[in-house]
């Protein structure tokens, strides 16, 4: 029989005299476990939320990997390059590919008989993927590019929309410059989308391939480029790496140099800015761990001073320092998972009102997103458990050591 353990169990279910101090040392250490616990579950939740999602949206507009031009990737200006079916597959062949398409860019003017906006055309075709930017629709719809219906269709953003005044089914003028020469289009509106990234909606506009190569003035085969998505984003690095090694300096049938960026190159802002987020976790953690360790030290600590008398006894009838430190740590452990299991229920209860109310709004021009973004891993949840209770447990060590400097002789005398 474990006789620290079994001591333990009894403490715990001792109600005795409510009057004595330990019992709200107890609950405080059980309330600042629990709180810490509960903080540290809403942290983590919120910061995934946030990261995937920002990511997610940023993936959409330009995927994991682009493929371009060298001199493309390395300046603003566009210029093209040759990704024929053949090229396609190779790209496609490559290992953790999970979609390839091609995009061409062109910069121009929507213009009303009231206002005009400068915007950058994406020209795309039938092998986009829709999934994205079809759950941003807020009107209309996204048109299946690279048909003869599609040619002179377009989708715009919200912003866009709002500040020309113009809806879905409308018609509007756009100008196009080459080389001192104006092309002129004139395009329906078939959807608006909305997804909150500033950067994107005030400038993306969705037009068919084949519609923006001839506005660029390129042959056929000639593109702006080739989005690479990849199946896992954490082994993006490796997927990247295979592309410099197989497409970097190689060339197309114009002579022109292939060359390659992942989206943490070509958005480095918004990725250092949600790797700082994790910093902001890890102080989170770190603060929370702490409380919940004092407040288990303080409320420890309380208790052995009241349990003195007991003490005595025990180390009286023969037990060692050791089995009476086992003994108050098993009875920590009892608190400490006490204020686990609130902990969690409070913490996931929060995360999934947030996931299914949008309770609380942010500001999507500074954020992004219109609500706080939540995602729940049990993986990390169960981590941040253990290791809660593991550390609470380890700082108690020493606090515990006060029980050797307790003498049975004198202990019987206190009171």
């Excluded at 290992?95 to 398409?101: C, D, I, K, R």
């Excluded at 080389?179 to 959807?191: A, C, H, M």
Aim: glycine residues 8%.
């Amino acid at each position: 029989m474990n006789l620290p353990l079994f001591i333990a169990r009894r403490i715990q279910s001792d109600q005795g005299d409510e009057r004595k101090v330990s019992r709200p040392a107890i609950r405080i250490a059980t309330i600042g476990v629990a709180i810490g616990l509960a903080v540290m579950i809403v942290s983590v939740c919120v910061v995934l939320g946030f990261k995937h999602t920002i990511r997610d949206k940023v993936v959409g507009f330009g995927s994991h990997i682009n493929v371009a031009n060298f001199m493309c990737i390395q300046s603003t200006e566009e210029l093209p390059v040759a990704i024929n079916d053949s090229m396609m597959q190779v790209l496609k062949k490559a290992p953790g590919v999970a979609h390839v398409q091609r995009y061409t860019m062109k910069q121009g003017i929507l213009k009303t008989d009231a206002d005009f906006l400068g915007i950058m055309l994406k020209g795309v075709d039938n092998q986009f993927d829709t999934t994205f930017i079809a759950n941003a629709m807020v009107e209309g719809s996204f048109p299946k590019f690279g048909t003869e219906n599609s040619k002179n269709q377009i989708v715009v953003s919200k912003m866009m929309a709002d500040k020309l005044g113009i809806k879905t089914g409308e018609k509007i003028f756009a100008y196009f410059f080459d080389n001192g020469n104006v092309r002129t289009r004139r395009f329906t509106i078939n959807g608006v989308y909305e997804t909150n990234l500033t950067m994107f909606d005030k400038n993306i506009v969705f037009a068919d391939l084949r519609t923006a190569v001839k506005l660029n003035g390129w042959k056929d085969d000639q593109v702006s480029g080739a989005e690479v998505t990849v199946k896992d984003f954490n082994q993006l690095d490796k997927t990247a790496t295979y592309f410099i090694n197989m497409v970097n300096r190689t060339t197309d049938s114009y002579g022109e140099t292939f060359s390659t960026a992942t989206i943490k190159n070509l958005q480095p802002a918004i990725f250092s800015w949600l790797d700082l987020l994790d910093l902001n976790v890890w102080i989170i953690l770190g603060l929370m761990v702490c409380v919940a360790g004092f407040t288990m030290i303080s409320g420890l600590l309380i208790i052995i001073l009241e349990r003195t008398s007991m003490i005595g006894v025990l180390k009286a009838l023969g037990a060692t320092n050791t089995t009476v430190r086992h003994t108050f740590l098993w009875f920590a452990v009892f608190i400490i998972g006490r204020g686990l299991l609130i902990g969690n229920i409070l913490g996931l209860g929060l995360v999934l009102l947030q996931r299914f109310t949008g309770l609380v709004k942010l500001d999507p021009a500074t954020y992004y997103v219109t609500t706080v973004p939540v995602e729940i891993n049990p993986l990390y949840i169960v981590l941040i458990n253990i290791a809660t209770l593991l550390i609470c447990v380890f700082v108690l060590i020493a606090p515990s050591y006060l029980i050797s400097h307790i003498h049975p002789a004198k202990s019987m005398r206190y009171e």
